[in-house]
């Protein structure tokens, strides 16, 4: 009798056991695992958003006086000439006298913008708008027209989005971090295929 030659499986149609594959699938998980990247910390977050709102409210510390001050004197205010008797730098302020309208012979401090004040000399005439309800409340015409760029609120800004932009890129980096890669670098162990619903290894010794 001739031997029956064995009909053998073609090489495409050839599957591993359900053991071995599950095993080739782990191994194959395990060599394209990336160590997850440091995680930005929620502290690191809370403490940019912190200083984002004390620069929020240091901007508008410098801020929302002048630009009180600036409208009313713009909306009431009354415009004289004014002659400058002392200048002082240390601390700085500029002092004059009034020489026309009702308060004339009265002496005040020009009042400030953001901590500046405008550069004058004594002798000086200058036109200035107080408010006739409160004379100590001054400032020279050309700043009520046109006030100075006011450098500390900008920079308090600027500081105030620097850090906010800060703790939204980090909020963000974090978010990405935990959704792409397993909480405590979790991954299976190629040697002992888990099944549906068993525990992770963890990759860290005993």
């Known amino acids: 009798m001739k031997k029956k030659q064995q009909q053998r499986r073609p090489a495409d149609n050839y599957r591993l056991p359900p053991r071995a594959e599950r095993a080739r699938q782990a191994a194959a998980r395990v060599a394209q695992f990336k160590p997850r990247p440091p995680l930005p910390g929620l502290r690191v977050i809370w403490a940019c958003i912190g200083l984002c709102a004390s620069f929020v409210g240091m901007a508008l510390f410098f801020w929302l006086p002048s630009r009180s001050l600036v409208e ?49 000399h004594t002798g000086d005439s200058m036109l200035v708008t107080y408010d006739p309800k409160d004379p100590s409340r001054i400032l020279a015409r050309s700043w009520v027209t046109a006030p100075p760029a006011d450098l500390p609120t900008y920079g308090t800004a600027a500081l105030a989005a620097f850090f906010l932009s800060g703790s939204v890129a980090l909020t963000l980096r974090r978010r990405w971090i935990l959704r792409t890669w397993p909480p405590d670098s979790l991954v299976p162990d190629p040697a002992q295929p888990q099944e549906p619903g068993s525990k992770s290894v963890r990759l860290t010794k005993p």
């Open 72 to 120: 009313d004197l713009r909306s009431h205010g009354v415009t004289v000439a004014a002659t400058v008797i002392d200048v002082d730098t240390k601390p700085k302020y500029v002092k004059i006298r009034l020489v026309q309208g009702p308060e004339k012979g009265t002496a005040v401090e020009l009042s400030e913008i953001a901590g500046m004040l405008p550069d004058a």
